[in-house]
Nanobody, 116 residues
Framework: QVQLVESGGGLVQPGGSLRLSCAAS????????MGWYRQAPGKQRELVAS???????VYADSVKGRFTICRDNAKNMVYLQMNSLEPECTAVYYC??????????WGQGTKVTVSS
């Protein structure tokens, strides 16, 4: 049984920062790839960032230079540091994991609202 639990969402002003955390439990075989997706109201879910156990990282173009993903393999944790947040970043952010690529398992999501 794989479980992903996100935390760290909330309300932040434009230009502010938030750090999302995701705790994974279950077989570590399933956590080779971990990452974050987001879904804004009325839009499709999209990749934000992903990271493999060997720290191969992919970012969406829209967040490059502002967001940083990292993971702690010993703790089965993945983090997303989000800086210079914009209203367009408002979305539900989902943690995801998989044995090859992220996307096999999903958390319940944590809501991020960027508003003044």
């Amino acid at each position: 049984q794989v479980q992903l639990v996100e935390s760290g969402g909330g309300l932040v002003q434009p230009g502010g920062s938030l750090r999302l955390s995701c705790a994974a439990s279950g077989s570590i075989f399933n956590f080779f790839a971990m990452g974050w997706y987001r879904q804004a109201p009325g839009k499709q879910r999209e990749l934000v960032a992903s990271i493999t156990r060997g720290s191969v990282i992919v970012y969406a173009d829209s967040v490059k230079g502002r967001f940083t993903i990292c993971r702690d393999n010993a703790k089965n944790m993945v983090y997303l540091q989000m800086n210079s947040l914009e209203p367009e970043c408002t979305a539900v952010y989902y943690c995801t994991a998989g044995p090859l690529v992220a996307g096999s398992y999903w958390g319940q999501g944590t809501k991020v609202t960027v508003s003044s």
